[in-house]
């Protein structure tokens, strides 16, 4: 065009003006304002387009145009004959169906209005019948308020349908000029609904209902177009052009089209009856119900929003009539009524009641107005109407497609993954839209928990949030009680809320139940935490095994009752009160001997060992009687466990015992717990400074500085326990024993209240339990152990083995053996299982179970909770052998052989016995034609992988060793079943597999020595630590058990 | 594949803080939803391949947004990714379509708010295309605010709100434009410039 912005700008202002001169004025007007001979040009252009298009360009939606005068080459003249019968009188106007001619049906002799399909319909054959079908099934219906279809067909090229000829008014154009009187509006909507319901009977939708298909003519309220909304094209008719909206996006049929149209659900009666309660709502106030500014906010509208209440627009509305209109505009089809015939009861109701007035006065409808006035357009005027959306899913369709097909994929793999929260997570979304899906529901149990939540009293407020996780929000739960509760399998933090109580936080690892107590304000003592346990529901004192102390486990349990625990370690702030107050100058603190090398010492003299850098009273870490500045709520370090017994004595508690220490810290959590703890190896942090929580809301028990407690150990020296920030992590599971004039500055405490009652006094006796340091240990020599491995010996004679009985499943056939025993005339019970997807002469694997074989009695049912620890192997194409060991399942009976060692002569029996028992169950597999005995391999899990640092050393036909989660016992037991002797000579390639925080074994003092221990070549022993507790994970354990298998004993072809 | 929609939702109210990245991202969503939607439509085996933009846009939006929540902003600017997406859309159609089919009329195209496409509009709406981007070229204003209407099918007010001018700046603008555009569209068509008046 050759004109640049900046010309265009300028026409753009003169344009407007020149707009509003006349003709003549115009061409001066421009002159006078515009030198620019081509922006004059411009404009002059530009008004004359604008002249040309008239009219049309005032009404502010449109601009239509079309090629100068003639008609359209598809457009049929006065006189043509359609179909040999039908001709056209003139043409009314673009209608629904293309064009709609008034002709004569010369067959019948009639008038009839002529309906023209669109040329494309008419050309696709499959269109084409679909709506032959329809107009066959639209013609059947015979009913005196809806337009009757004659005849249809094809001529030509064109499709046509010959329908009864109307002359009247639409509905539109009337609620045009206003609102219609209730009277007038029911009668009309009486008469609709009766036509609908019969249509609707007929299995016919109506699909388009609006105030433009519904016409009111002399004869009556006719209804048009049933069913064949769907071979509409948007049209223009005056309805939709003279809206009076100032920016009028008409939108044509949108505001009568039900939401699930407009998502494009296939519609149904109830879509028809939606549009009925909008036709109905307009009728009566004169707008539309959905009526907006553009089409965005109808559809929104249509979707989302209630159109204004009734009573609010109009006066005198019956409310009856209200409450039929709100219920068609339901947004939910199934919230609709079900059925015209209950509506158009109802509105007979209204319109009697409406009608009650007037008795007497008889109201005539005015029907009849001019001829539909007729609209000259030269062109072919297009109207903004939302067609068809139909065949679009909806979104929620498409979201079930995304949780089934996505989102359940997604969460196996999380499991797989052990990514528990976030399957969890997902699932919980996916549950949304699939929530009956068989697939989800077995998911859950591997991802959630599902418990009860108690405290009392009832009605706490229950908080959740992932534990270690500081920045995740508090999830609000519900109130307690909560039943049957369901939580994400992960390790959780819990705060329960309560008016007038004090809030208590707790933990779980990773699951509940959780009954607690919750007390009143008042009445808890400040900066303790209560310490409960729960049990059957309800509170009650639980018998506590030092369980989680390495070495401690087989002590005798004593029973513990509730009691209160410091929340946090003694602080420095705390301790200076006690100094202030005269603690180091009051005897009376000072309750306990002062035994030190054999003497007791006089209080006076005892004192001076309690000085700090500067010989003044106090901690060691102090100076001059006072700790560094700024460190008020650090725990304070360097005291002896004397001084801690003093501080206790004068804050009116005690310290705790080590069964109260355990109780509360749970140093079996510690995988959780420790990596949240002060194990940093930088330094003390403040108390509470680290989010690591005891599950009943203490901190810092792991980590930060080691606390003693009140029991002896042997000699004199006191328990200190937890670790501290310099300490290897495992030693939160380890029992430090120290003299209790130690004053390492990691040493610090934290105090208890309790009541030692009864049997439960035995919590605070002397605890002795003998160690074994095997830093210093040395194995016996050669000759020793010759005579040893002597008593493992045993006479091979026949097996008399015996295949009991048979089971099979797709994966293996199980086959339980029994064999002569090695001694005493018993029995061997053993499991064979053969993989299917094999061939003989199979590799095998011999299993050694953890210690629970030794509690459970049943074998076979039981069997199955073990299949874990091997059914792997099993499918990897390699037979395992699962020999019942004396005293283990079936084979029990009797004292219950106990698997921590002692130094018991039956302990030592025991040991050989499974001894004799493994190599029986190798003699037998050499028995086994399908067995192939040089490719033989033994796999032991916790205690039966301990037992793999002995018997190997006995038993040397293995070619391969498997241990999960080994360790040296830590309990003294006698030589000749010590480990300590056997390791050395154990040669097999060995693989371990171990967890950093196995409460045990701990790493640095069993795990490492075994490994160091064991007699193979470096270049095929092999550990691998995980940051598991006494476990390993299960993906892992499979991948390098088998890696290790396929190296030594070849892959299985 | 649907994408989740809290992604476009939250997409739509970062573009409305002036997250670029944010509409970098929303772009290939809308885009891949509007293209499968069109795709659809084409598809079907109805005669009536009357393409309405504006449906499809509202559809696209309706499936991806959740409507209840997102203020206006966020509803104008997914109509203002949608427009320019639709457009791009449409012209791509209307080049297969012509390139497929040799010859046969050429019916006229209409121009209102919704643009109907059919398959025989696509000569007139290739012109369109062209006509609007010689108008960018003029004022690129006017021009999208012709693409947020037709396309988009956006409100004259919604649109004032979207581009941040005055509601009687984009009626101004919108009328003069479809004079322009019908001046272009229709060069031969017995409108010759009439210069009126002599000095």
């Not at chain 1, 309660?277 to 907006?292: C, D, I, N, P």
């Not at chain 2, 006229?108 to 708010?113: A, I």
Request: with cysteine.
């Amino acid at each position: 065009m050759g004109i640049t912005p900046k010309q265009w700008e300028r026409v753009k202002e003169l344009y407007q003006a020149a707009l509003e001169c006349t003709a003549t004025q115009r061409s001066f007007f421009l002159e006078q304002s515009e030198r620019d001979e081509m922006v004059r040009a411009e404009v002059h252009r530009l008004v004359g387009v604008h002249d040309r298009l008239g009219t049309l360009l005032s009404s502010p939606s449109f601009v239509a145009f079309r090629s100068t005068g003639a008609n359209p080459p598809e457009r049929l003249a006065p006189g043509e004959v359609l179909a040999s019968r039908f001709r056209i009188v003139s043409f009314i106007a673009a209608g629904g169906m293309g064009e709609v001619y008034k002709a004569e049906d010369s067959l019948l002799d009639r008038i009839v209005a002529l309906k023209l399909l669109p040329k494309e319909l008419a050309e696709d054959q499959e269109s084409l019948e679909q709506f032959l079908r329809e107009a066959k099934a639209a013609s059947a219906l015979n009913h005196p308020n809806i337009c009757t279809v004659y005849d249809f067909g094809e001529d030509a090229g064109r499709a046509f349908i010959a329908m009864e000829y109307l002359e009247g008014e639409t509905l539109s154009a009337l609620v045009q000029r206003g609102p219609l009187s209730t009277i007038e509006a029911l009668k009309i909507a009486i008469t609709v609904a009766g036509a609908l319901g019969a249509a609707h009977r007929k299995g016919i939708v109506h699909r388009d209902l609006k105030p433009g298909n519904i016409m009111l003519t002399e004869s009556g309220t006719m209804l048009l177009d049933f069913g064949l909304a769907k071979y509409e094209r948007p049209v223009a008719s005056e309805e939709n052009l003279s809206l009076p909206t100032g920016d009028a996006q008409v939108v044509g049929t949108l505001p009568y089209m039900s939401p699930e149209q407009l998502h494009g659900q296939e519609v149904d009666a109830r879509g028809d009856i939606f549009a009925f309660g909008a036709v109905l709502y307009e009728m009566l106030t004169g707008k539309g119900a959905f009526q907006r500014k553009s089409n965005t906010e109808t559809l929104v509208a249509v979707d989302s929003e209630e159109p204004s209440p009734l009573h609010e627009v109009v006066k005198d509305v019956p409310c009856g009539l209200e409450k039929v209109i709100r219920r068609c505009l339901r947004k939910r089809p199934e919230e609709r009524y079900s059925g015209m015939a209950e509506i158009e009861h109802e509105l007979k109701d209204c319109y009697e009641l409406a009608l009650e007035p007037f008795s007497g006065v008889n109201l005539r409808v005015l029907f009849l107005q001019s001829r539909q006035p007729r609209v000259a357009f030269s062109a072919l005027i297009i109207l903004l109407a939302l067609m068809s959306l139909v065949g679009w899913w909806i979104h929620h369709s498409s979201k079930v497609r995304w949780a089934r097909d996505q989102a359940l994929p997604q969460i196996s793999t999380l499991i797989e993954r052990d990514e528990l929260g976030e399957a969890y997570a997902l699932a919980v979304q996916a549950e949304r839209y699939i929530p009956a899906d068989p697939i989800l529901a077995k998911f859950w149990p591997d991802i959630s928990w599902s418990d009860s939540i108690v405290t009392n009293p009832p009605g706490a407020s229950v908080y959740r949030r992932n534990y270690n996780a500081p920045n995740s929000k508090w999830e609000f739960v519900g109130l307690s009680p909560i039943h049957k509760g369901r939580f994400p399998a992960v390790d959780s933090s819990w705060k329960f809320e309560l008016q007038g109580y004090t809030t208590v936080e707790r933990a779980t690892f990773p699951s509940g139940p959780i009954v607690l107590t919750l007390h009143e304000d008042g009445k808890t003592p400040s900066r303790m935490v209560p310490v409960e346990f729960e049990k059957e529901g309800s509170v009650q004192s639980k018998p506590i095994a030092l369980w989680g102390i390495a070495g401690f486990e087989a002590l005798p349990a004593v029973p513990v009752a509730t009691y209160w625990i410091d929340k946090f370690e003694v602080t420095n702030a705390e301790f200076k009160r006690f100094m202030d107050q005269g603690g180091y100058e009051r005897q009376e603190y000072w309750k306990h001997e002062f035994r030190k090398e054999g003497r007791v010492l006089p209080w006076a003299d005892a004192m001076k060992h309690f000085v700090d850098k500067t010989d003044r009273p106090g901690p060691s870490t102090w100076i001059q009687g006072e700790y560094p500045q700024g460190e008020d709520e650090y725990p304070v370090m360097g005291v002896s466990w004397f001084e801690a017994e003093a501080y206790a004595e004068f804050v009116g508690k005690s310290l705790p015992t080590i069964y109260h220490w355990i109780a509360a810290a749970s140093p079996t959590d510690s995988p959780s717990l420790i990596p949240a703890s002060n194990f940093s190896g930088k330094g003390p942090s403040p108390v509470g400074a680290f989010d690591g929580m005891s599950w009943c809301g203490a901190y810092d028990m792991a980590g930060n500085v080691r606390e003693w407690c009140s029991n002896e150990a042997s000699s004199g020296e006191r328990y200190i326990m937890g670790g501290a920030w310099d300490d290897p992590t495992y030693m939160f599971n380890l029992a430090e024993a120290r003299s209790p004039f130690d004053r390492s500055p990691k040493f610090g405490f934290r105090c208890a209240k309790y009541v030692l009652t009864g049997q439960e006094a035995q919590a605070g006796v002397p605890i002795k339990v003998q160690f074994r340091n095997y830093g210093s240990e040395k194995p016996v020599s050669d000759l020793l152990f010759r005579a040893y491995r002597g008593l493992y010996s045993y006479d091979k004679a026949a097996l008399n083995a015996k295949v009991e009985s048979i089971q099979q499943t797709e994966d293996w056939r199980e086959e339980k053996v029994t064999f002569d025993a090695a001694y005493g005339g018993e029995r061997v019970v053993a499991y064979l299982f053969l993989p299917q997807r094999a061939s003989p002469p199979f590799q095998a694997v011999v299993h050694f179970p953890g210690a629970s074989a030794v509690h459970l009695r049943s074998g076979g049912k039981e069997l199955s909770k073990y299949l874990p620890d091997f059914d792997f192997i099993i499918k990897s194409g390699r037979a395992v052998l699962f020999p019942i060991y004396k005293g283990t399942f079936e084979r029990g009976g009797g004292a219950k052989p106990t698997y921590w060692p002692n130094t018991s002569s039956t302990y030592r029996d025991n040991v050989i016995f499974w001894s004799k028992d493994l190599s029986r169950s190798v003699d037998y597999l050499e028995t086994r034609p399908d067995i192939n005995p040089d490719k033989l391999a033994y796999e032991g899990y916790s205690w039966g992988a301990a037992m793999g640092a002995l018997l190997p050393a006995v038993e040397t036909r293995f070619k391969a060793l498997v241990l999960i989660a080994p360790g040296l016992f830590l309990q003294e037991r006698l030589p000749e079943v010590d480990q300590v002797n056997f390791a050395p000579r154990v040669k097999t390639p060995v693989l371990m597999l171990n967890g950093r925080f196995d409460f045990i074994w701990p790493p640095g003092i069993s795990q490492e020595p075994m490994f160091r221990l064991l007699g193979t070549p470096k270049e095929h022993k092999r550990r691998v630590v995980y940051d598991t507790g006494h476990d390993v994970p299960r993906s892992e354990m499979i991948k390098e058990s088998l890696n290790w298998l396929d190296r030594y004993l070849g892959p299985v072809k | 594949m649907i994408p989740p929609e809290a992604d476009v939702t939250a997409l739509l109210v970062e573009v409305a803080n002036g997250n670029q990245a944010a509409q970098e991202q929303l772009v290939p969503l809308v885009y891949d939803h509007l293209k499968k939607l069109a795709r659809g439509y084409m598809r079907r085996e109805r005669a009536d391949h009357t393409l309405q933009t504006t449906a499809l846009v509202h559809e696209a939006y309706l499936q991806l947004v959740r409507q209840r929540s997102p203020n206006w902003q966020g509803r104008a600017q997914f109509f203002g990714i949608a427009a320019q997406l639709m457009r791009r859309i449409l012209i791509d159609h209307a080049r297969r379509h012509l390139r497929a089919k040799r010859g046969g009329t050429q019916a006229v195209l209409p121009l209102d708010e919704a643009l109907a496409f059919s398959p025989e509009h696509s000569e007139d709406l290739l012109k369109l295309d062209e006509a609007l981007d010689r108008l960018s070229k003029l004022d690129p204003r006017q021009s999208r605010i012709v693409e947020l209407r037709f396309f988009g099918g956006l409100s004259a007010e919604e649109t004032s709100k979207f581009l941040g001018v005055s509601p009687i700046t984009v009626k101004r603008d919108w009328a003069l434009a479809k004079v322009w555009l019908y001046g272009e569209l229709r060069p031969g068509n017995g409108d010759h410039a009439k210069t009126v008046g002599t000095r």
